[in-house]
């Protein structure tokens, strides 16, 4: 399928360079790119024979010569790029799409998605399969991309995704044997250009599903009803009367499975990742007394609730990952002390207000990013106090001089990182090597 072609790839981040060298020795194969190549990368796919071209119009290199065109999941569905590639009539994929047919047979594939929530599922997935002693990989939007780790797995392997919208918008004929959704909400909407398309996308975690492949779904979220609605997977769901958590634990099939004791991690968002981890892991292997240890142990993702540090009587809390309004709701719903919010990133037209019914605890708003300015102006309609900081570094300074003991700081900002940052890691790891120099 992928042998002597023509083959153009637009974006040359990890997944691309893996994916060109995946592809390089049998295809007649360009990489570009905006900015240049590491010299490493570049010395290597140059000796694999790839031809690279750096320049600022990408679209002006796809003709209807290219027999597959693999583009970066960043290029936005609703981009020129996008838009000419599909007038020609070219083949469109992403890396994931490529490497699937790389894999070898009878591996079992476990897909997760979802607004919120995916990272932890996928890592818990991931974790506790591995302590169960099962032959498990991690990939997909976390890890290492697919393509460079498909040469590596084996007949028999347990292959843990987590897929993002941007990554299921091209996929083709990638399937999953279990899929999760974790919970749907309004992202991304600049992306694909409506929230039905970004739906539409996540959807596609059922692709070319079977009654044999298994959906695990969630029964209170009414957006993950609606795009299963019609699938022909076997459906499973989570907060319904069979797999629930209430204030004494978590079961499965009506059976206590934890206490809630046994859990490290808190709040009704962990628990319900929790339920879905459990449904996957149940269908590989079971044993009570490794799921207690693992939860017992497992003190959540880096950037998504994170506890950096207690100082002063003061708790910090990276959240960098909430990149949209329902996963720092999320975040506001998870304490009962008074926070130190930071808010803001990416003008996205995100809708604040979405956070209304949430802000009974927040004390104070700090505004960051190229939102700040409307942040502050959201938290004068509030009528909460509020500081436009613009960069991180001015709220942590401002924060320093307000806070008191008892108070949680949470970095939880309902926007992308794109304006400052190359990535929310990178916003993430500025605010925790802040919090790490408090005294």
Same mark, same amino acid.
């Given at each position: ?26 295809? *007649? ?7 240049? @190549? ?49 007038? @020609? ?62 040469? *590596?797995?084996?007949?028999? *392997? ?9 990554? @299921? ?185 979405? @956070? ?84």
């Amino acid at each position: 399928m992928y042998e002597n072609k023509k083959i153009l790839i637009l974006g040359a981040a990890r997944s691309g360079i893996a994916v060109a060298k995946l592809l390089a020795l049998k295809n *007649d194969l360009t990489l570009s790119d905006m900015k240049p @190549l590491n010299e490493s990368d570049e010395q290597e796919l140059k000796e694999l024979g790839v031809k690279i071209v750096i320049t600022n119009n990408q679209i002006d290199l796809i003709n209807k010569e290219y027999d597959v065109i693999i583009k970066n999941p960043a290029i936005m569905a609703t981009s020129e790029i996008v838009q000419k590639i599909n007038e @020609l009539g070219i083949k469109l994929v992403n890396e994931i799409e490529v490497a699937y047919h790389f894999l070898p047979r009878d591996v079992k594939i476990i897909g997760i998605t979802g607004s919120n929530g995916k990272t932890t599922v996928t890592t818990m997935i991931y974790e506790l399969l591995k302590a169960l002693g099962l032959p498990v990989v991690l990939g997909g939007n976390i890890g290492m991309p697919l393509s460079q780790i498909v040469g *590596d797995i084996k007949e028999g *392997d347990i292959l843990v995704l987590e897929l993002s919208d941007h990554q @299921l918008n091209d996929i083709i004929d990638f399937k999953t044997d279990i899929s999760v959704v974790t919970n749907i909400s309004p992202a991304h909407l600049d992306y694909h250009g409506s929230y039905e398309k970004y739906k539409k996308a996540k959807s596609k975690i059922f692709n070319l599903h079977e009654s044999s492949n298994i959906a695990i779904l969630n029964k209170s979220n009414l957006d993950s009803l609606e795009i299963s609605q019609n699938i022909r997977s076997s459906k499973i769901y989570f907060n319904d009367e069979e797999n629930f958590y209430n204030e004494d634990g978590i079961y499965i099939n009506k059976e206590k499975v934890l206490d809630l004791d046994d859990i490290l991690v808190k709040g009704k968002h962990n628990y319900e990742n929790i339920l879905a981890t459990l449904l996957v892991v149940k269908n590989f292997k079971w044993d009570k007394d490794i799921i207690k240890a693992y939860f017992e142990k497992f003190g959540g993702v880096a950037h998504r609730l994170e506890l950096v540090r207690e100082v002063n009587g003061v708790s910090y809390y990276n959240d960098s990952k909430s990149t949209n309004t329902a996963a720092t709701i999320t975040a506001l719903k998870t304490f009962k002390q008074p926070i130190h919010l930071i808010l803001g990133g990416v003008e996205r037209n995100q809708d604040f207000h979405d @956070l209304d019914p949430y802000m009974a605890n927040v004390k104070y708003i700090y505004g960051v990013g190229s939102t700040a300015q409307r942040v502050c102006e959201y938290a004068e309609e509030m009528k909460k106090e509020y500081y436009l900081a613009k960069t991180l570094e001015k709220a942590m300074a401002k924060i320093l001089e307000n806070v008191e003991k008892g108070d949680v700081v949470l970095l939880s900002p309902a926007s992308s990182s794109q304006d400052f940052y190359v990535k929310f890691e990178d916003r993430g790891d500025e605010f925790k090597n802040i919090v790490a120099k408090i005294k």
